[in-house]
């Protein structure tokens, strides 16, 4: 979901129809419970009945419009950040801090956003990422082997997290990133929680981690200026991009100062932590559960990797995205992903998922259909915004797509496996309630 707060002093017209709830405590209960539940988007059926795909609430003390609508919520995605702005929950604001990319606006976003998504859609990266999280897979695997059973969630993490921090930082294994994995993990659990900051809650706990993680990638940064010098080579990370723009700048009196690069590391270690994870956790959870599915991804991986075994070849990256099967089973995880954020002031908050899950926009939406837009149903670009959109599109969209694509391919042609009962919940991010238990076999 993606909250916008409305900027100046439009005519909007009228306000939507819908309830503000109980005093103070509006509907935020009801908002917070359904998450919980295996039926998360009820709170917007149930009000999308009453009111329409457009109305009003009240969720954590803040008047609010939702929008299930993809035409409105296109508009908002689409704007140009001067009639609408994004808003974050106090805790996420605190914790990414006043330089967050998610909060800048103007010149400086667009630079920043061209940045990193220039470096991130490099195909060198890419063909970096695909060898790196390969062999990292390899010697999973020989883990894994010896043990009954595995927790996807929790391998899943580990492994992409490992692989992004080599993309921010160049940091490979070691004691370091162990204790930045820790950090991270103390520091990400603050991201959504009371806005209190006092010694021994949650929030303090986390920005106490995040000093800790900026201090450690302040030490990393100084050891590459060391080495660099004054050259700069081939650029290997998004360290190595930011030191470079920060050069070039002193020309032109711009700002890219040591703090903004650890500030934006942290938050760019998001999606190693907990999107392209959950992602490929995910998409094990529905495979496992739809027998056709997973035969046809296994025909189509097996089938590349007789090829790549018989002609002695290595994988390149592009062989592993032309897998038209295993492209469409990502999109389709991608439409059962919910991301849940809480607004402040009025807010605009478009839900992504009620669109991805809409009749109106797709046949059978709840039914795990690999195959639909083989047949007629194309990702339209405004029923389909698991990235977002407009100014903020994720410069990661490419990476993450890739990431789930190696780790399928390796994943389903070494092992069968079997899945224990598990639930999921969908507040405040998407996770398995028992981090996805699976027992292995090796095929
Ligand atoms: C499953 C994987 C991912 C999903 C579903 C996802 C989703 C999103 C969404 C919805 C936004 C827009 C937020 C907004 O409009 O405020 C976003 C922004 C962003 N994402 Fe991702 N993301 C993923 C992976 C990644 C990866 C691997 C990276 C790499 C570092 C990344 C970096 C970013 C950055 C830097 C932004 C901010 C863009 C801006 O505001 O200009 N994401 N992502």
């Given at each position: 979901m993606e909250m916008m707060s409305s900027r100046g002093?439009?005519?909007?017209g009228r306000i939507p129809k819908g309830s503000l709830g109980?005093?103070?405590?509006?509907?935020t209960l009801e908002f917070i419970a359904c998450g919980y539940?295996?039926?998360?988007?009820d709170f917007m059926h149930k009000r999308r009945t009453l009111y329409g795909k457009v109305f009003k609430s009240n969720i954590l003390g803040r008047p609010i419009i939702i929008s299930n609508d993809s035409e409105v919520n296109k508009v908002v995605l689409q704007n140009d950040g001067r009639k609408f702005i994004p808003f974050y929950p106090k805790s996420v604001t605190e914790l990414l801090g006043k330089s967050s990319i998610l909060q800048m606006n103007g010149n400086l976003h667009k630079r920043v956003h061209g940045l990193i998504g220039g470096f991130l859609k490099s195909p060198s990266l890419k063909e970096a990422v695909a060898r790196d999280l390969g062999n990292l897979m390899e010697s999973s695997f020989m883990r894994w082997r010896?043990?009954?059973?595995?927790?996807v969630q929790y391998e899943a993490k580990k492994i992409t997290f490992q692989v992004l921090v080599k993309v921010l930082m160049g940091l490979g294994p070691g004691k370091d990133l162990q204790f930045l994995k820790k950090q991270f993990e103390e520091f990400i659990k603050?991201?959504?929680?009371?806005p209190i900051k006092l010694p021994g809650t949650r929030l303090h706990k986390s920005l106490k981690a995040k000093e800790r993680i900026m201090k450690l990638i302040k030490k990393i940064i100084e050891e590459k200026m060391k080495c660099n010098g004054e050259e700069h080579g081939a650029l290997r990370d998004v360290v190595d991009v930011f030191l470079k723009q920060m050069k070039d700048d002193q020309t032109d009196g711009h700002n890219i100062t040591i703090d903004f690069i650890c500030n934006s590391l942290t938050e760019m270690m998001i999606p190693g932590e907990d999107s392209v994870p959950m992602l490929i956790t995910l998409a094990l959870k529905y495979l496992g559960d739809s027998p056709s599915a997973l035969k046809k991804l296994k025909e189509e991986n097996m089938e590349l990797k007789m090829k790549k075994g018989y002609h002695g070849e290595c994988y390149s990256w592009k062989d592993y995205m032309s897998l038209s099967f295993t492209q469409n089973v990502t999109i389709l995880i991608l439409i059962c992903f919910a991301g849940y954020l809480i607004p402040k002031d009025w807010c605009i908050l478009t839900s992504f998922t009620s669109i991805h899950l809409d009749q109106d926009n797709y046949?059978?939406?709840?039914?795990?259909?690999?195959w639909r837009w083989q047949n007629k149903e194309g990702s339209n670009q405004n029923t389909f915004t698991p990235f977002g959109?407009?100014?903020?599109?994720?410069?990661g969209l490419e990476l993450s797509r890739l990431e789930v694509a190696v780790f399928l391919h390796h994943f389903v042609t070494t092992f069968s496996w079997i899945a224990e009962e598990d639930t999921m919940i969908t507040f405040p991010t998407v996770k398995m309630k028992k981090g996805l238990p699976i027992i292995l076999s090796p095929i």
């Open positions: 002093n439009d005519n909007i109980w005093p103070l405590l509006g509907e539940t295996s039926k998360p988007l010896d043990s009954q059973q595995i927790h603050g991201l959504i929680c009371l046949e059978k939406p709840y039914k795990f259909d690999p959109g407009g100014q903020r599109l994720c410069p």
